[in-house]
């Protein structure tokens, strides 16, 4: 009998590793456009990333989070799957990369964000191409080998914007520099990925196209429309207030992006797990997602209350609040978008790895056409305010349908007694933010106590021993 086991812990790190270097450097060099170049260049950068994250998506397509499902279920059939998907990959990327030179011709943006979509086409090619292997390591859990890709490239990203961006290279230069970077990465995944398996994967295999297809059209249509309704609003001000405006709102968005951060680790992480374990031993898999939907909500609570009061130091020391003081009150909005992304994320993992995609899928659908809609009145009259509001009242809805799937679970799991105690120290601790004016000393201290509580009143004993210890999961 074969014993596996998985440890968490040192996934979760990994994951947190590779999520951080790649948001932590766009982050930066995000910061570095907008100090050195102004509000109207990061717009116009802002604006073609967008872009070219929602054609990035499109190529993706869904492949990588059913590919790492999948891979994690078969593992003894890696090579025929990685064959199958990575033949119908090339298509999507082709398709994508056709409709990312098409979309300056057909929109009314300016001569400089057009020249950088121009640019970074090839970028979502080899991105697109990378995260592909990603999955590949994420279905073997080997994540340390996604870790040292992302590390070695984006170092040596970083290391040439901020040469050249020091000397104030033009900014479609310095985009050339995220294709050269990502183009090293898809080299460095190749070797790896053709070592881990022991077969060259790169070889056509169209059988069975039918069944895959079937199978990826509800993760590609939720992926994409996921991200389209989240993002939608950027291009929105592009196209009706100009780069400017985009800048000052993506500003904030930054800011809350890297925050996300946090569950988009939890989310990774647990993804092939709990994948396995809704087939292999449903009432762990239970117990895996209460305790992700306690922690996240455990964490995002505090980061919510220092975001909304501290609005205006965080965009005073990332950006300078001379061109950037707009973007303040758009950060508070944002904070409470935080909250909810953190609280319903858990269930939507939930209704992912139960095999319910096409849920997920309808409720963005939806959610796209509100934000598209509502923006179209809101945008041209309130501006970045009122596309912030929209996006708010858009992830709202999002979220209660996630909620709503899984209603039962959650109102067992969000109002258990130890968390209600929890709820009640977070509005003496509003109170005194509000009470002594946001003084660093003082929410320092307070956090210290939340920290406390948290540890001895809102995690039960079993809950420490499975984050603290070295969480295993067996399998025979």
Same mark, same amino acid.
């Given at each position: 009998m074969l014993t596996a086991h998985t440890s968490i812990?040192?996934?979760?790190?990994?994951?947190?590793?590779?999520?951080?270097?790649? /948001?932590?450097?766009?982050?930066?060099?995000?910061?570095?456009?907008?100090? /050195? #170049?102004g509000p109207e260049s990061v717009g116009q950068f802002s604006l073609a990333y967008t872009v070219a994250g929602i054609c990035l998506v499109f190529a993706d397509f869904g492949f990588d989070v059913l590919l790492t499902t999948e891979v994690a279920k078969n593992r003894k059939n890696a090579v025929n799957i990685v064959r199958r998907y990575f033949s119908m990959k090339i298509i999507f990327v082709g398709i994508s990369s056709l409709i990312m030179i098409a979309i300056p011709s057909l929109q009314n943006f300016s001569q400089n964000s057009r020249i950088l979509i121009y640019t970074l086409t090839l970028y979502v090619v080899f991105t697109s191409f990378?995260?592909?292997f990603y999955a590949i390591f994420r279905g073997f859990e080997k994540f340390e080998y996604e870790t040292k890709i992302s590390f070695a490239t984006n170092l040596i990203l970083l290391i040439l914007m901020v040469v050249f961006g020091f000397f104030k290279t033009p900014l479609v230069f310095l985009i050339m520099l995220f294709v050269f970077a990502r183009l090293i990465g898809v080299v460095l995944c190749i070797v790896k990925v053709t070592s881990l +398996? =022991?077969?060259?994967?790169? !070889?056509?295999?169209?059988?069975?196209?039918? #069944?895959?297809?079937?199978?990826?059209?509800?993760?590609?249509?939720?992926?994409?429309?996921?991200?389209? #309704?989240?993002?939608?609003?950027?291009?929105?001000? =592009?196209?009706? !207030? =100009?780069?400017?405006?985009? =800048?000052i709102y993506q500003s904030a968005f930054k800011i809350m992006l890297l925050l996300l951060l946090i569950p988009d680790i939890a989310v990774n992480t647990l993804l092939p797990v709990l994948s396995r374990l809704y087939v292999e031993n449903i009432e762990k898999w239970k117990v895996l997602s209460r305790l992700l939907s306690k922690v996240l909500m455990l964490i995002v609570l505090p980061i919510s209350i220092v975001?909304?009061? #501290? &609005?205006?130091?965080?965009?005073?020391?990332?950006?300078? !609040?001379?061109?950037? &003081?707009?973007?303040?009150?758009?950060?508070?909005?944002? &904070? +409470?978008?935080?909250?909810?992304?953190?609280? *319903?994320e858990p269930y939507a993992l939930m209704i992912t790895t139960s095999k319910r995609q096409y849920i997920r899928m309808i409720i963005v659908l939806f959610a796209t056409a509100a934000s598209y809609g509502l923006n179209l009145f809101i945008i041209p009259r309130y501006g970045i305010y009122g596309a912030a509001l929209v996006s708010l009242g858009v992830n709202i809805f999002v979220g209660l349908g996630y909620i709503f799937v899984n209603n039962f679970n959650f109102f067992k799991w969000t109002f258990e007694l130890r968390n209600i105690? *929890?709820?009640? &120290?977070?509005?003496?601790?509003?109170? /005194? *933010? !509000?009470?002594?004016?946001?003084? /660093?000393?003082?929410?320092?201290?307070?956090?210290?106590?939340?920290?406390?509580l948290v540890y001895f009143v809102g995690l039960t004993s079993e809950d420490r021993k499975v984050i603290f210890a070295d969480f295993i999961i067996q399998r025979t």
């Open positions: 812990w040192k996934n979760s790190m990994f994951v947190f590793f590779s999520q951080v270097i790649r /948001l932590f450097t766009n982050f930066l060099i995000f910061v570095g456009i907008a100090r /050195l #170049y990378a995260n592909f +398996i =022991g077969e060259k994967i790169l !070889k056509i295999d169209f059988s069975e196209w039918k #069944y895959l297809i079937r199978q990826v059209l509800i993760f590609g249509i939720h992926f994409l429309f996921g991200n389209l #309704y989240f993002q939608l609003d950027t291009i929105l001000l =592009g196209l009706w !207030k =100009g780069d400017e405006a985009v =800048g975001i909304y009061f #501290y &609005s205006e130091q965080l965009i005073s020391v990332a950006y300078g !609040k001379e061109n950037f &003081s707009a973007a303040i009150p758009i950060l508070q909005i944002f &904070s +409470i978008i935080i909250l909810i992304r953190f609280i *319903v105690v *929890v709820f009640l &120290s977070v509005i003496l601790m509003i109170a /005194l *933010v !509000k009470y002594f004016h946001a003084e /660093l000393f003082v929410l320092g201290i307070l956090i210290l106590l939340y920290t406390v």
